[in-house]
């Protein structure tokens, strides 16, 4: 590149930026501050494709359902409610990956704390509650993986192998489209501040 900007040390969460390349691009991808195109934004951009997906195969889904009791007394909602026999629900999240350990750990965390939150509540009505967690970079767990397949049994036989590919595909497809999104808005963001000469911004390396 022609330059490189010299980025200032600490985001507006008070935490520090750019001790590295790598801790850079976790701190875009886990900070709801930096980035308005956060986590947040990521499952639902999941959840949309997801049920987007089911409509394609004739499998109908709600959103954010309400009818659910919760012991804490919280007006806690999962993200889809899929009107399969028996009911399938679920709620998706999105986690970074573990910094230490296995590909897969945060996203198996992720999914234990799901089910702690929400699964009494659902089989309280005799309800399936199946999280749907993935790792940022694409890694899906083991459960989001039996929700796609027990999803396909709700189709015709003869297309539950296409529903599983194209499930698959297009949650993440969605994912990825969402993570490039979101550094294509730092990237335009560092590029406004440069231009408009903001302080701690200028000319460094080649």
Do not use: W
């Not at 954010?64 to 028996?86: C, G, K, W």
């Not at 599983?164 to 993440?172: F, G």
């Amino acid at each position: 590149v022609p330059f490189r900007v010299a980025l200032p040390a600490t985001c507006s969460c008070n935490r520090a930026l750019y001790t590295s390349a790598e801790h850079f691009i976790e701190h875009v991808l886990k900070c709801d501050v930096y980035a308005k195109h956060n986590h947040a934004t990521r499952s639902k951009e999941v959840v949309s494709e997801l049920c987007k997906i089911c409509a394609e195969y004739g499998i109908h889904s709600s959103t954010e359902p309400t009818h659910y009791v919760y012991a804490d007394q919280s007006l806690s909602r999962p993200d889809i409610v899929f009107h399969t026999h028996p009911r399938l629900v679920t709620d998706v999240t999105i986690v970074y990956p573990h910094p230490t350990q296995y590909v897969g750990y945060a996203a198996k965390a992720a999914r234990k704390e799901k089910e702690r939150h929400h699964g009494a509540a659902v089989r309280a009505i005799d309800d399936v509650f199946v999280a749907f967690a993935m790792e940022v970079f694409g890694h899906f767990d083991s459960d989001a993986v039996s929700l796609i397949r027990r999803l396909a049994d709700a189709v015709p036989l003869h297309l539950q192998r296409p529903f599983v590919r194209d499930a698959m595909h297009a949650v993440s497809t969605a994912l990825m489209r969402s993570v490039a999104t979101t550094f294509m808005a730092v990237d335009e963001s560092i590029q406004s501040k440069f231009y408009r000469g903001s302080s701690g911004f200028g000319f460094g390396g080649s």
